[in-house]
């Protein structure tokens, strides 16, 4: 035999071997296809509250709905009793549901209805049960009318004021108010508690001017009954004075006790409270003293929980929200003020009502399986389990061997048809209860394909893609996939089946493409559906937009390229800042980009393309930012005002988007330019103050312009008119120099000071002049011009000039002394010996004689060479003789040079000069050199033609400029194909050829041509071309010629040629007289001749079509025509004359017809033959 231990260990063990082959429940799919075929016990989806309080002016509806199939039926227990539904006229079930209406039109109480009511929904395969159902009525009774005597109480004590609401389901929310209809004014020393009393923490003698009335709202019957309102009499030791009143000194300056604080709410030093899980826990604190004490909350042993906790009622209440088990403990509150402090502790426990660790579900098996409902539950105390089916309890029901009770776990072993019955769990303990209904459900069907049949799945390559196939049948099938009805199961690798029947393609290629088959089987038999799929190529930005700033009134584009599977229609789709954008007239789309013109400030915005398949779908953002010149500067300001400066101070404007970089400063003047404004300077831009320098003696207004990348703003406004005063001059002026008009004269001359730099009135200028290193006294002139003449000079004398300003402020600085000349006049000498010492095709190197400089009487400048092409030793050639000058400065003892840039094979002549600023000299020996042969220009011209398809004609033209003998023209010309060159050749002609044809060995086949000209000395320079392409070529090729108007008019040309000999021709032949003619009578027969069938003979040689050849053949023109002789024109050689000369005997004998035929069908007069022989 076993011990105990045994046996416990015995069922252990079996109850591990249960539970191990449990089979997991079926999911019933909610498919209408199956939960119309599939039957099901009760299930409760809809039913009142617990706790059901309605409002006695409605009809009372207790709501319960369930669902099964077949359709339940419904029935009620009123107070645990069957309540008879048909016996009240009152009370209706609505249609296919268990809902309660009941109603009071024909009269009743809905008092007389209160009660606890449970429905029950039942079908053959189980009943489901609601919760007890508490219905009350809702009441809201009278305040009872009461007298309330004045309250009396000392200014500084404290005060409560009862509420003491009646009682009403649900309880009213109170308030207080006074009996004007106002409400009460609450703060730290007035406020109501959770009671609904009014609490003073201490009464001022104000409180006396109102009254105080509590008041009731019910939340149903939305009424509000009020209280007899109280009336406070304030006790005060000093007169009070409702003027002396205000908040720093609420007494008035009268003496009123303080007192330590002690609590109005709650009494003692500790008390207990009690909370449910999951409500909200409220503790108060009301505490009275004077000054009015502050309230502070803590937690023994912890913190309070942060997240949780509110401070309400200015601190008098805390508040924890959704408390739990943890929230228990100690609360201490502390009420202060500066006499001392008072503590209270609040002991708080936290209860349970049941709630649901493991709330029971339905339960579907099949024939034969195991399974379970579990129901547990919690709460504080631990709740009761109690185990129902069908709405009874377990333990007064039918046995079943199936079944096995295991305290909160119903155990069902080999389930068979006809056991499915709904289970209730209910977990209840003194705080609360808990009712579930669980059906079990034994269920048989065959397997079924519930998604739609041969279904089109399309994924982007290398995505993850499943596809689906679900199915449903009792007992659960197993499913295989099958890929193109072949092969074993697909399940490993990149496949993967999940239970619930999708297959997993982990990343799907393009051999993943074809049709799968899934199939499901069981005991009950199988079934099968397919699925294709197709794998896309993804649709990508490939050229996405980019971040713009973008100048106002110019055009933004944002590009968006588009790559994607050729056989997915996509849709190109334009937001700004998430919203779709609208387009209008004035923004474009088209397939790769969008063009915004005329950009203003509304463009503004992030742009985003989002390009859309069927399947997936690619966006790409980018930022535009308008940018814009700034706006002008505002509130010009100035300041700081000194002789020659003023401070300037501005706001600057809007940037739009692009930094200010400078700011200019302008001006304007009402003297000397009045309206034109002037740069003064500029400033960076991120000063908005500036100390401006100005000129004496001008009256000032500025203005600001602002500089971005942009461009400038518009000017500021200008800012008020600012005078300097009047000074000396400081400028000195300029460009003072000395220099002779005449050979007898200087003219002294400066550029007068600008308007800004006189710096007073009447300005005038003091010069001085004297002979250089002469020890001469200072000549002087005051004038107010710019320029002064000294007269009677000796010839180009130099002098020491100065000069000075002065107005009426007194004298500017003095200049630097600077050196001037008087006049110049004519060299008197030439230079000599002017010869040519070596020279070639293009320059000579030439050497003269210097002059005395003291002859040049003036500024020595240059030796001035004159020198022009006299001829050209190339015979015929005209040439220009256009003077030309070339100038040499040198005063070296033996002066030469190098004349350049000559025209080769030419005569020259030349001659030389001395100049000074004003004059030259008389001229040198005149000097003829002839230049040697060089190299030619280029040809004047290199045209190409295209006369026919394989052909290329090159022309050209004789250099302008051959420089000496033309020997002739080498021409090198390779084939070109974009980069690539053939090989160099080469072509030589005489001089007197400038054409050539060059054959083509392919007419698609472009050349590059470099033509240069020779002379002895060598190849001149290069004239390149290259072949132009002949873009009618293909066209050309593939016209019919035929269709052609200018190939007709050729035809129809040479038609009329042809016939226009053929009449000549004939005439000539029928001219009487004019043919030798055969006399039958005299003359035998022609061996040649022969008879026609018609008996008649011919006479015509075979020579005869002659004449008609050639004159066919002469259009060509290489042929001549034959002579009109008679015996071309006759039969034989021989003709017969009469006396008078005339031909005599027949002339007209019928030709035959089949070789009339065969002479107007020969090539000879053919016009295409024709056509042919001219080619």
Not at 328 to 334: H, I, L, N, P, S
Not at 335 to 355: C, D, M
Not at 493 to 508: D, F, M, P, T, W
Request: aromatic residues 10%.
């Amino acid at each position: 035999m076993l011990g105990q231990g045994g046996h416990a260990a015995l069922a252990l063990m079996s109850l591990l071997i249960l539970l191990w082959h449990e089979a997991a429940p079926i999911e019933v799919p909610q498919d209408p296809k199956i939960l119309q075929d599939l039957k099901q016990p009760p299930t409760i989806v809809k039913q009142s509250v617990k706790d059901y309080i309605v409002d006695p002016r409605d009809n009372i509806i207790i709501e319960c709905e369930a669902k099964a199939n077949p359709v339940p039926t419904f029935s009620w227990r009123r107070n645990g009793k069957f309540f008879n539904i048909g016996k009240d006229p009152r009370v209706t079930m609505r249609k296919r549901s268990g809902t309660l209406e009941i109603g009071f039109r024909s009269g009743g109480r809905p008092e007389d209805y209160e009660g606890e009511y449970q429905c029950f929904a039942t079908n053959e395969h189980g009943v489901a049960i609601s919760n007890k159902i508490l219905l009350r009525v809702s009441k809201a009774p009278l305040w009872p009318k009461e007298v309330l005597e004045p309250v009396t109480v000392t200014e500084g004590h404290p005060l409560v004021l009862p509420c003491n609401p009646p009682p009403g389901l649900p309880p009213p929310f109170t308030f207080w108010m006074n009996s004007g209809m106002s409400p009460i004014p609450q703060d730290k020393r007035v406020s109501m508690g959770l009671n609904g009393d009014l609490y003073f923490s201490n009464v001022l003698a104000q409180d006396a001017q109102t009254d105080y009335s509590c008041n009731a709202r019910f939340l149903f019957t939305h009424t509000i009954q009020q209280k007899n309102p109280f009336t406070l009499k304030v006790q005060t030791k000093e007169p009070y004075n409702d003027t002396s009143y205000n908040a720093t000194d609420p007494y008035g300056g009268r003496k009123v006790a303080e007192s330590t604080p002690t609590f109005l709410s709650p009494s003692g030093s500790e008390s207990s409270k009690m909370v449910l899980r999951d409500e909200h826990l409220l503790l108060e604190c009301i505490a009275a003293g004077l000054p009015t004490p502050t309230i502070k909350w803590f937690k023994k042993g912890g913190d309070l929980p942060g997240r949780k906790v509110k401070f309400e009622n200015y601190n008098k209440t805390l508040k924890i929200i959704n408390v739990s088990e943890e929230d228990a403990g100690e609360y201490v509150c502390m009420a202060n003020n500066h006499l001392g402090s008072i503590r209270h502790s609040i002991f708080v426990q936290v209860k349970a009502a049941p709630y649901w660790l493991d709330k029971p579900t339905n339960l579907v098996l099949a024939p034969d399986e195991n399974g379970r409902l579990v129901c547990r539950a919690n709460g504080n105390p631990k709740p009761n389990i109690q185990w129902l089916v069908n709405g009874q309890p377990i333990n007064n029901s039918l046995p079943n061997p199936s079944r096995q009770m295991m305290g909160d776990t119903i155990i069902f072993r080999s389930v068979q048809m006809g056991s499915s019955a709904v289970y209730q769990c209910n977990a209840s303990n003194q705080h609360g209860y808990l009712l579930a209904n669980a059906f079990v459900s034994v269920l048989d069907m065959p397997p079924r394909m519930l998604g739609p049949k041969n279904q089109l799945i399309k994924v982007i390559e290398n995505n993850r893609t499943f596809l689906d196939c679900p199915f449903f049948g009792s007992p659960l099938p197993e499913l295989r996939w099958f890929k193109n009805g072949q092969g074993s199961g697909l399940d490993g690798g990149q496949y993967r089946v999940y239970i619930n029947g999708s297959l997993e393609i982990k990343r799907a290629r393009a051999e993943d493409e074809g049709t799968y088959t899934c199939v499901a089987n069981s005991i009950m038999g199988t079934a099968e559906n397919q699925v294709r799929l197709e794998v896309k190529e993804p649709t990508r930005i490939v050229r996405a937009p980019e971040h713009q700033s973008t100048i106002r009134g110019s055009m933004a584009r944002f590009d968006c390229k588009v790559k994607s599977d050729p056989s997915l229609p996509i849709t190109v789709a334009w937001t700004k800042d998430d919203k779709p954008l609208y387009l209008g007239w004035r923004i474009k789309k088209d397939e790769e980009s969008l063009t915004i013109p005329n950009v203003n400030e509304g463009d503004e915005g992030t742009y985003t393309c989002t390009v859309k398949s069927e399947i997936d779908q690619d966006s790409a953002s980018a930022r535009l930012t308008v940018l814009d010149r700034p706006d002008p500067p505002m509130d010009l300001d100035l300041s700081d005002p000194a002789a020659r400066s003023v401070r300037l101070t501005w706001i600057p404007g809007n940037d739009h988007r692009s930094p200010i970089t400078q700011f200019l400063v302008q001006f304007e003047e009402d003297h000397w330019d009045p309206g034109r404004w002037q740069d003064l300077s500029t400033y960076p831009g991120d000063l908005n103050s500036v100390i401006l320098q100005l000129a004496p003696f001008v009256n000032y207004q500025f203005r600001v312009i602002a500089i971005n990348a942009v461009g400038q703003s518009q000017p500021s406004r200008p800012s008020p008119r600012y005078k300097t005063s009047g000074a000396a001059p400081d400028a000195i002026p300029r460009g003072l120099r000395g220099w002779g008009s005449k050979k007898d004269n200087m003219e002294i001359s400066w550029e007068p000071l600008l308007d800004l730099e006189r710096n007073g009135p009447n300005l005038h200028y003091s010069v001085w002049w004297r002979r250089k290193d002469s020890g001469e006294e200072w000549n002087n002139v005051t004038t107010v011009g710019s320029k002064h003449v000294v007269q009677n000079t000796e010839t180009y004398v130099p002098y020491e000039i100065k000069i000075q300003a002065r107005n009426e402020f007194g004298s500017g600085p003095e200049s630097n002394m600077v050196v001037g000349y008087s006049g110049e006049d004519k060299p008197t000498d030439p230079p000599t010996e002017l010869q040519v010492l070596k020279v070639d095709s293009t320059k000579a190197n030439i050497q003269w004689k210097p002059v005395d400089l003291n002859s040049v009487q003036g500024e020595f400048k240059e030796y001035r060479l004159y020198y022009w092409r006299e001829s050209s030793q190339v015979p015929g050639l005209v040439v220009s003789k256009e003077n030309k000058t070339k100038g040499f400065y040198s005063t070296v003892a033996e002066p030469s040079g190098i004349l350049s840039n000559l025209v080769p094979y030419s005569r020259y002549k030349m001659l030389m000069v001395v100049a000074n600023n004003g004059y030259e000299g008389p001229p040198s020996n005149t000097v003829d050199f002839t230049t040697k042969e060089g190299v030619p220009d280029a040809p004047r011209s290199f045209r190409i033609n295209r006369r026919s398809f394989d052909t290329l004609h090159l022309e050209w033209d004789k250099p302008l400029e051959p420089n000496g003998i033309l020997i002739g023209y080498q021409l090198k010309y390779q084939t070109v194909n974009g980069s690539r060159v053939g090989r160099p050749q080469l072509e030589t002609f005489l001089p007197n050829m400038t054409e050539f044809t060059l054959r083509l060995q392919d007419r698609s086949t472009r050349y590059k041509f470099y033509l240069s000209a020779l002379t002895q000395v060598g190849a001149g320079e290069v004239f390149a071309e290259e072949s132009p392409h002949f873009a009618n070529e293909a066209y050309i090729d593939q016209v019919d010629i035929a269709t052609q108007g200018w190939f007709i008019g050729l035809m129809c040309a040479i038609a009329l040629i042809i016939l226009i000999l053929l009449i000549v021709c004939f005439i000539k032949r029928s001219r009487g007289g004019k043919y030798p003619v055969r006399d039958k009578k005299d003359l035998p027969l022609d061996p040649v001749d022969q008879k026609d069938q018609d008996g008649s003979f011919d006479y015509h040689s075979d020579e005869d079509n002659k004449p008609l050849q050639d004159s066919q053949t002469s259009l060509e023109g290489n042929v001549k025509e034959s002579d009109d002789s008679l015996v071309d024109y006759g039969e034989g050689g021989d003709g017969q004359f009469n006396e008078d000369g005339s031909f005599i005997g027949q002339y007209t004998v019928k030709k035959d017809k089949d070789e009339t035929e065969g002479n107007e069908s020969s090539e000879a007069t053919s016009p295409v033959n024709a056509i042919y022989s001219l080619a």
